[in-house]
């Protein structure tokens, strides 16, 4: 099993950056699915499109600081790990 490069308390920091978003994209600007909103009326890739991710900007995932992350919609942050150049594959991101 890969080792868990994201603190214990990760769950909580990513909680407080999609906060501080207002649930948004900060990149598209997309109004993604906050915690207890009813999506039974959306597809499961509509679900997923409405996920809202953290993206770390130097991509190393110990470094938590407020300025090193950022609130991206799942298409957004796909964008970012295009190309093989992240330790993050785009399997992993949809577990974020």
């Given at each position: 099993?890969?080792?868990?490069r994201?603190?214990?308390?990760?769950?909580?920091?990513?909680?407080?950056?999609?906060?501080s978003?207002?649930w948004?994209?900060?990149?598209?600007?997309?109004?993604?699915?906050?915690?207890?909103?009813?999506?039974?009326?959306?597809?499961?890739?509509?679900?997923?499109?409405?996920?809202?991710?953290?993206?770390?900007?130097?991509?190393i995932?110990?470094?938590n600081?407020?300025?090193?992350?950022?609130?991206?919609?799942?298409?957004?942050?796909?964008?970012?790990?295009?190309?093989?150049?992240?330790?993050?594959?785009?399997?992993?991101?949809?577990?974020?």
């Amino acid at each position: 099993m890969p080792n868990n490069r994201y603190p214990d308390n990760w769950s909580e920091i990513a909680t407080a950056i999609k906060e501080s978003a207002k649930w948004r994209c900060s990149k598209c600007g997309l109004q993604c699915i906050r915690p207890g909103e009813d999506t039974s009326h959306l597809s499961h890739s509509e679900r997923m499109a409405k996920t809202l991710t953290v993206h770390h900007y130097n991509r190393i995932p110990e470094d938590n600081r407020p300025e090193n992350l950022v609130a991206l919609c799942t298409g957004c942050h796909l964008a970012y790990h295009q190309g093989g150049l992240s330790n993050v594959s785009p399997g992993q991101l949809s577990l974020l």
